[in-house]
Every structure is written in C-alpha cells, then in structure tokens.
C-alpha cells in the first residue's frame, strides 16, 4: 500500500508556505470547525464557508489551489472527531473531484493565451494539485454508492491528465531539475488515485473504461519519472480485467510522434488552401460551413464529398504539402511501432483537414460516410493547436441515427495539440463522434484536425473517391 503524505510535506510547496505556516494551518482549522459547529449549534447566522462553496466559488485557479491548501483536510490532518466521520471526508473528497474539474477546466487551453507557463508559476501550482488529487483518493466512501464513487473518480482522473499536460507538457524534453521533486510527489498522488479509482472497477461503464485507459497513459507519459523507475502502464491497469480491446475506437497515446509536437497551426496555415464553403442540411438548405477545409490526396485519387459538397484534391506528395506529408508518415510510423496499437498497419493516402478558426466553431454529432465502401474502415484523426473535447456516443439499435435520443452515455476526453485518435472496423456504422466548442474564453484559438484516410479500390477502372464533374456532383447533392 502506497504511504501516504502528510500534510508535512504537502505544505512545502512554496504556494503553501506563501499563504500560511504549517501551525496556523492547523489552528485556523481547528478554529474554522469550532466556529461552524457553533454556530450550527447555536445560532442561525450564516455557518464558515465549506472547502466545497470556497472551491465552487472559486472564480480563477489560484483561489481553487488556496481553497486546496488552507481548507481541505486530508488523511492525517483531522484535528476532531467531527473530522473522522466518513461524511465529512466525503465531502472533503466531492470538493476535491469539483476541484480537479474545475481546474481542468479553466487550464485547458494550450495556447498558452490563459498566461505564460512558468516552471515557477507550476512548481507553486502543483502543490496544490497534489492536494486535490489525494482530496479526490479520500476514503470517504461508506455511504456512497459504488457505482457515482466510480465515475466520480473518472470524472477526476480525466481533470488530473489533462492538467498534467496543462502543467508539464512545455518542459518535458528539458532538463529536470528543480520541478523532479514536485514531479515525484505528483507522481505518487497520481498513483494512490489510479488505485483508488480501480477499486471501483466492476461498476465501471463503457464509457469509464475508455477514460481509464486513456488517462493511465497520459499519466505515464506526463510523469515519467527521469530516474526511469515507473509504475508501467499495464501495472497501474492493475490486471487485464479493465481492457478496451472491443472498442473500435481508440484515443492514441497522446503525442504519439515527437514529429507533431513542433508543427503549428500557423505552419500549416501556410501550406494548406483551406477554404470556407457551403453545406447543405438534412432539410436542403444551404447554409455556411464554420469552419475551413481542404481535401489532400496523392495522385490518381478523386474528391471527397460530404453534407452536399465535393472537395476537389490537393495533390498530397513531399513536393507540394511538406508538412502534412510529414505528419502522415510519422503517424504510420508511430502506429504500426506501438505495442499498444499492434497489428494497426495502415498506410493512408488522402486526409480531410478541418480548421476550426476560434472556440466557436465546432464539429456536431456524425458519422463519417462511405467507410467501408469508398474510404478504409480505419482512420486516424491527429489534432494539431487548441485543444478541443472530442467525444464518441453509441449509436441506438444497432446503426439506427433516427433512433438516438441525445440520452447516450458520452465518452470524452480532451484532445491535446499532438494527440490522435484512431477510428476501427465499423466505428462509423456503429458510433457517432463530435467535437465540442471552446470551454473558457482562453481556450479560444485555432485548431487544426487532420483526418486520415486510405481510398479503396473499387475496381471496373474507377478512380479512388468521388468523381468531381458535375454529374457525380449532382449524385452527391
Ligand atoms: O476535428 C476533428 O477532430 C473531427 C473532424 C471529423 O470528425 C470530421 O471531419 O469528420
Ligand atoms: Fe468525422
């Protein structure tokens, strides 16, 4: 069993020692309680304000990471017995969950435009996290359902990797030096969650799984610890009983090629015609796409038609799309190079590439067409800027669109500038995907998404993809 840190040594972050020594901590609690139970006991003025209001409250991160480290007590800091009581540590654990997503939520932009990343501004940051996260492994569990402790621990573990590639994404190819001890501790939170959230593993939904999975491995490649001692991947999956091989979805272990790491979108900006056109809705009405596309396809391959339009191709080779030509081969490189992808042995040919402009345009629930029939069943999304929530739903019976009520359990996860997603066998008869808008208003700035494909032979000397003159223009219509 992992031991775990006191309050001691959670309090030497400088975010802590800043705001308070560790001996008015302790007695400003002890305070803070009394106060509130008399005046719960005795009068009917307003009580002191809980971790959980102050962190709900809470209007920007620094304020949820002071509420963290002034007013959430953890294992080893109960000061009454008050504290002890598994309704108490519940809510201490609630707050932490909040917390977590909250933060995630307020940090998740990538551009850098919610302020400058520091190492400094982390190390003081992280120490407050790591309250959180051992706020959210609290054992205050008796009284709860088993199946809302799992999926309140996903919700948590989902907040803590996507603020660990808020935190550590920058420097993680520099040097380590002073942040390897707030990493060790941040690491050893991270591990205590994972195998406290893996005791809820039986009442784990679908959708749980997939986030599990996920989260595990943008753990491992956030917190790698540089001494190379670490808990591997498949050890913190605990056994083999939380897979997610039936899923013919996948979100690909994020940065799977150094490759994408140094492309931008401006880059890409540069190199490819994308182009604002018309679509036509379900009804027939045309209306403006929001965001900008463009079809890129090697030689001898047609357009690509969706929602009412053709693209026509933009020659894909290493002379005219440096960059995107670039980004393929790594991708397929990576992918046929991952244990975890084994046996993915595509090669694609031609990609749809999206340019969502700002936080505002988006991505609504679909389906993408003709897999199987004019493109490979697999395809591979590799998401380039901002970063965006990328979900997958269910399909009701069995294919049926007309049949979804909007009620499906949602699977997302956030994706980050680098990370992929691979579509499998009939992910697209089966499961609808969608992109969500921004989720602040510093997580506004452009993404790039490029979806690759591989066009199919279709034999009788038919091009690859859709003929682009006006007859096939019209079947498309
Ligand atoms: O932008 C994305 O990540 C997804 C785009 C997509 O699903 C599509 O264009 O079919
Ligand atoms: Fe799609």
Redesign the pocket.
């Known amino acids: 069993m992992q031991t775990i840190q006191t309050t001691r040594n959670a309090t030497r972050h400088p975010f802590c020692r800043r705001k308070s020594s560790l001996t008015m901590k302790k007695k400003e609690r002890t305070m803070q309680t009394t106060a509130t139970l008399k005046n719960e006991n005795t009068t009917r003025t307003p009580v002191t304000t809980t971790v959980g209001a102050l962190i709900q409250d809470a209007k920007t991160v620094e304020e949820i990471l002071r509420a963290a480290c002034d007013s959430l007590l953890l294992e080893g800091e109960e000061t009454l017995h008050f504290h002890f009581q598994d309704v108490h540590r519940q809510k201490n654990k609630s707050a932490s969950v909040n917390g977590l997503k909250r933060l995630a939520k307020m940090m998740c932009s990538s551009s850098g435009s919610y302020e400058k990343k520091t190492k400094t501004k982390n190390n003081e940051r992280i120490g407050g996290i790591v309250r959180l996260i051992k706020g959210a492994s609290l054992d205050g569990t008796k009284t709860t359902n088993r199946k809302k402790r799992a999926s309140d621990g996903i919700d948590a573990l989902r907040a803590t990797a996507s603020l660990l590639v808020s935190l550590f994404d920058e420097d993680k190819d520099e040097d380590e030096d002073d942040s390897d001890t707030s990493r060790e501790e941040m690491r050893n939170a991270c591990d205590e969650l994972v195998r406290r959230v893996r005791e809820d593993a039986e009442y784990f939904s679908d959708g749980d799984r997939i986030v599990f999975d996920w989260a595990l491995r943008v753990i491992e490649s956030n917190i790698a610890s540089s001494s190379g001692e670490t808990t591997a991947t498949s050890e913190r999956r605990g056994d083999a009983t939380i897979t997610v091989d039936e899923f013919p979805f996948r979100y690909v272990t994020p940065n799977i090629s150094n490759v994408l790491k140094s492309i931008t979108v401006e880059d890409l900006r540069k190199e490819v015609p994308f182009k604002a056109e018309k679509l036509i809705t379900r009804t027939g009405k045309r209306v403006d796409e929001r965001r900008e596309t463009c079809f890129v396809a090697e030689s001898g391959i047609g357009g690509l038609a969706?929602s009412g339009k053709i693209m026509e191709p933009t020659l894909l080779n290493e002379a005219s799309l440096p960059l995107v030509t670039t980004i393929r081969n790594a991708i397929v490189e990576a992918l046929k190079n991952d244990e975890d992808y084994a046996g993915c042995d595509i090669d694609f040919d031609c990609a749809?590439m999206?340019l969502?402009p700002d936080g505002s345009s988006a991505?609504a629930w679909?389906t993408?067409p003709e897999m199987g029939t004019v493109w490979d069943r697999d395809s591979v999304?590799v998401?380039i800027g901002e970063t965006?929530r990328?979900a997958f739903r269910k399909l009701a019976g069995g294919g049926d669109k007309t049949q979804n009520d909007g009620e499906e359990e949602q699977v997302w996860v956030r994706?980050h500038h680098g990370d992929c997603?691979l579509m499998r066998d009939d992910c697209n008869d089966n499961w609808e995907?969608?992109?969500f808008g921004k989720e602040n208003d510093s997580n506004n700035a452009a993404?790039i998404?490029l979806?690759f494909k591989k066009a199919l032979s279709r034999g009788g000397g038919r091009k690859k993809g859709h003929g682009t003159n006006s007859k096939e223009k019209k079947k498309a219509k």
């Open positions: 969706y749809l999206n969502y991505c679909h993408d999304i998401s965006r990328f994706v997603i995907h969608c992109v993404r998404s979806v």
